[in-house]
């Protein structure tokens, strides 16, 4: 039975990811350690550790240091909760207290020194925890969990005492969860659900509450994992434990910040290569929204578009709002893999159906014209003035007698429909009832999805709570834009996972040649001059323009002779930014008078503006071209990202850009194209001819070897403007800007 006043559904139950023995296909990792043929070029590990927390969520013995008994006071409430949790996960409880002999009938210890055996499990209720950490460091607990607050969310002040609290630990193989976490971890939850999970990590308590309460709609709960300020364990810690676990269907998250991006990207190419579905609510999108999450949990957002581009390349679900998380997650952990992409939608009202149509389209989902065999087919029971090429409009009458239920199967039966979608937008008995009846019944006999929105503001109708609530292979929501969120994201995952490719299995793992030529060439703390900045692009292999760095206009006139008229002449230096705002480039130069006069007028601006200079470049002149950017940015999070836009002044006045973090292969490197606006230009308008995309491509690509083997020592690059020349004719870097670490 599922469902709810804030768009809940009601889903199908789904083999997926779960062999006949019932398990994942592939060994869930416990405990894995990273080696050194585990590791990238920079160092950095290409899969994630799996901590074994099994012990946390189940575990044999548990310490409750601070127990408390007297009525009234906030422990006693606590410890009660705790002891109940411990009996129905079969642990043996032992109460901590300096005063007490007992504790709610168990023998109490005075201190964690006293404990008749080794703790899997301690929940610290006290006000200051490092002194208790460092008397469990003796005792060699497995967990610790602490309650308390007031550290790196409330400052400096405070994330020093946070750090006073990992450093107790320090070498004794305790794991913390917490600070500043909370009892949702020891919930009561539902033993009589069964079908897939979903599995809860929330920095907010509070946040996860709509999600736990599915359960009362007969959507199975596994775990909860209230993480805090994540001195220890991590988001990514149980992101990763989660996705090897084979009752999880999905796994629903609530984030403020990451504590490590490198650890959630390798959390999430875990569950990505488990086939595991990742939900996420991340706040942070605006200033306002970050700087409120820092003070709660002590967090660092980090970049937002940054952190969007990461969660998209991994596949990770990215939702707005807690009935998006609540809907989308409960479909995902359920509902089988689809037949096919297409949906169908099916109304009793022609506005009804176009409405919703409109509202997929736009969301990208695919709405197949149904085949003029089907919509005869549909005819004989819908009257031929509607429209049946979907939206599929039965005028209402049908709905109420056996047509209804012929209706529903053979727009199931089409081979484009993966989905089908009925929107109620209000309750009108019997016919409504009789529909809600013929979907549920229909949907026993597929293996499609079967969506219904229920639109009454009301929710007490029997054909709501009981026919629709009561079925397991119904998705019921109660928003239009819920369930359009919901099957956009079911359908995308299966897509991304089916060819899922880890970016993680080809990033090198060895130095290239190119990296030592390069390492020579960069200036630690230092902006490199245009002409040393190209020298780092050609050991990369990337092109630019011909040209000569030059100290005197008769060298000038000679390097011009070489090159070939007409030239382009730039002054070239460490502190140069934008050298067409202050005059320092001059463009299609034709004679050696020209070029004799071109460089005493750039070097008398330099001096006049006090720059200093490494010489004059006299260049090639390239012909016309896509001007696009490609560079490197370091995130605070994710360490060296790569970014292609638009090029030229465009990059600035539009920021039509898109963003990768490494490692990625070639698909990411197109995908990041189609994200641009202005990707048409590539293709040629208004006469052009198309651009050499596989060249700008292979730029990016070779870009990345630049972020993935200097990431350490550049602060950034910036290829501005890369000019993609016709296909077939490759890419030009003619200017670049880079400034090392």
Known sequence: MLGSTHGTLTTTSRPARVTACGRHPGPAVHGTTTTAEDTDVSGRPLSSNVPDLDRLFRPRTMAVIGASETEGRPNTAITRQLIGW?????????????????????????????LPERVDLAVLLVGDPAPVLEELKETRARFAVVFASGFAETGTEGATAQARLTAALQGSGTRLLGPNTNLN??????????????????????????VFALQELGIRLSH??????????????????????????????????????????????????????????????????????????????????????????????????LDELQ???ALLARARPPRAQGVAVYSISGGTGAHFADLAS??????????????????????????VANPVDNGGHPVGDWRGRKIIDAILADPSVGVLVCPITG?????????????????EKTDKLVCVVWGSPVGTEDAYRTTLLGSSRVATFRTFANCVTAVRAYLDHHRFTDGYRSPFDDAPRTLSPSARKARALLRPGEQLSEHAAKQLLRAYGIRVPREQLVTSAAAAVRAAGQIGYPVVMKASGPRLGHKSELGLVRIGLTSASQVRDTYRELTEIARYEGLPLDGVLVCQLVGQGVEMTVGITRDPLFGPTVTVGLGGVLVEVLDDTAVRVPPFGEDHARAMLGELRGRALLDGVRGAPPADVDALVETVLRVQRMALELGDGLAGLDVNPLVVLERGQGAVALDALTVCR
């Open 86 to 114: 411990a009996e129905r996960v079969g642990a043996r409880v032992h109460p901590v207290h300096p005063t007490r002999t007992t504790v709610f009938g168990l023998p109490c210890h005075a201190s964690v020194r006293d």
């Open 427 to 443: 309750p009108f008995p019997p016919l409504s009832d009789r529909l809600a009846r013929d979907l549920v019944d229909a949907a």
């Open 224 to 321: 909860w994992a209230p993480t805090g300020n994540e001195a220890d364990l991590e988001c990514a810690d149980f992101l990763s434990y989660f996705a090897t676990r084979p009752e999880v269907g999905a796994i629903a998250a609530y984030v403020e910040g990451l504590k490590d991006g490198r650890a959630f990207l390798l959390a999430a190419d875990r569950a990505a290569r488990h086939k595991v579905p990742v939900v996420m609510v991340k706040v942070g999108r605006t200033e306002t929204g970050a700087r409120t999450a820092a003070t709660h949990t002590g967090k660092l957002t980090g970049a937002d578009d940054v952190v969007d581009a990461a969660m998209r390349q991994y596949g990770v679900i990215r939702v707005n709002g």
């Open 185 to 210: 971890a020891f919930e009561r939850f539902r033993d009589d659900l069964d079908g897939p999970a979903i599995a809860l990590i929330t920095q907010s308590g509070h946040q996860g509450r709509p």
């Open 327 to 329: 809907d989308t997650a």
């Open 362 to 387: 736009a969301a990208g989902l695919d709405l197949p014209l149904l085949s003029t065999a089907k919509q005869n087919e549909l005819h004989q029971w819908i009257p031929d003035y509607l429209s």
